[in-house]
């Protein structure tokens, strides 16, 4: 059962500062790129701003992403590190800084269109609900109603 956490703590700082960014940089990118006058961003607009946020994310949560790597392929029998610290400090020492960043390109490039792509399906299947949504607001009646109020409130709007 201990495997199962092993490497939890770098795993959890990746994905709290890398969801973080993730969404803070999308968000920024779409609303600049979205015209006074348009409810919603374009695909065009939703794609840069996608496939950036996931660039600028892996780009900062790549030395973590290797750490949590590095302390998951630890032996659980004979461990090298007692602790996150401890794994980053001995791979510093021996390896430099170098090692936090090995794959660091093509965790770029495979990071744009991939997540310009999620992004983007993400946004615009949301922006279709909530459209559609908007159009049954009235029907969608509150908790604890009942069937015979919607009935009479859907003849009063006919």
């Not at 949301?126 to 003849?155: C, F, H, N, W």
Request: proline share 6%; aromatic share 12%.
């Amino acid at each position: 059962m201990r495997g199962c956490f092993h490497g939890i703590t770098p795993t959890i700082l990746r994905d709290i500062t890398g969801y973080s960014v993730y969404m803070a940089v999308y968000r920024y990118f779409c609303d600049k790129g979205t015209p006074e006058d348009k409810l919603f961003p374009n695909f065009r607009t939703m794609l840069f701003a996608g496939g950036l946020a996931g660039v600028i994310s892996w780009a900062l949560n790549l030395p973590i992403d290797t750490v949590k790597s590095i302390m998951q392929k630890d032996s659980l029998a004979n461990p090298m590190y007692r602790n996150t610290m401890d794994c980053v400090l001995k791979n510093y020492r021996e390896h430099g800084i170098r090692v936090f960043y090995k794959g660091f390109w093509p965790a770029l490039l495979r990071a744009f269109p991939l997540n310009a792509v999620t992004l983007c399906i993400y946004d615009w299947t949301q922006q279709q609900m909530k459209l559609a949504l908007q159009d049954y607001k009235t029907v969608i009646p509150p908790a604890g109603t009942t069937i015979r109020e919607v009935q009479s409130q859907l003849e009063r709007e006919v």
